[in-house]
């Protein structure tokens, strides 16, 4: 049998999609790429079976969709030793880096199959000796930094995040969280806005949690054009996106690889990009404007004098540089060449 596993953190916390017992409804509502993508290696007969490990500390009964004859189990452990008594895996995908994944790594690297690691921030690569056979970069500047590593392609739910017809609100749409205040570049966009007697005319939608931070500091600078929606969900956030010219990414190298931009794209909304912001160059072909610490202004600026092209442009990179299928298929081919 061929089998993918799925290391997703170590969180004990249930999750939002542990909530769905269906499978459809798993499919439409879920926008955790890392799930999404086992289960469409599943769907297209790539593995026999897949199984999501999760830690947990109190005893949990399976998720089990049935596929064709197939398995796609989400699975609760007190401790990963515990997957020792289960028959070894094609490939194990390690996500977020952390130190109960290395300790197990360690003890029998052979159990693992394929071991494939995508850590993130200060776990980029293993950090208490882990056995991976091949790390995942999410970034030109990491995959440089980090020889010997490999590509990871990540893109967002075609069921949440695609196009809608609607009218457009506002010119920009800024969806990030003020508990992440550290990387998201608040500070930084808001002192751009205030500058520049012309975007302080354009309007600008926030989404993302603590909008009372944002307000504060858009208080500071004199900013009354921001407007704050709060948390909202992905598909709340879709018809945002939607409803904007274009949406923004403005972490800074502190930040893993937001999958903000992806979502964007998704949407069929165009995507300016801070220079620091980690995605890989295959995701800036088509309907994203790169912009650094000189050039923000600027970019936002005179972005909405060319708004049809980069609409259309948009729309070619949902269609085929972020097409979930593509994605999936590009990160597949990558692992079986190692």
Known sequence: MRSFWLFR????????YHEFKDLQIFKSKCHDYYLLLPLWLLQNNYFDEVIIWRLTKHDRPDI???INGKQFIQRWVRNFNQTYDYP??????WRGGFQCYDEVTKVKPKNFGLKLYLGSGKRIKSQWGGKYDMYLMESEEDLKTNKGSIPFYKTASPEIFKPIKTTKDWHFCWPCNFTQINYKGQAFLMDVIGSCPHLKRMKFVHCGNKPEVGEQMAKERGLKNIHFMGWVDREKLNEILNRSFF????SNQNDG?????TEILMSGTPLIIRDTARLLPFFKQKGVIE???KTTMIRLRDSIKSIDRFMENAEEARNTICSFE????????????I
């Open 9 to 16: 953190s170590d969180i004990k916390a249930l999750e939002y």
């Open 64 to 66: 089990i969709f049935n």
């Open 88 to 93: 070894s895996p094609e490939i194990s995908f």
């Open 247 to 250: 949406g923004l990414n403005m």
């Open 257 to 261: 690889c937001p999958r903000v931009s």
């Open 291 to 293: 912009c650094n610490a």
């Open 326 to 337: 593509n994605v999936n298929k590009k990160n597949y081919e990558l692992w079986k060449k």
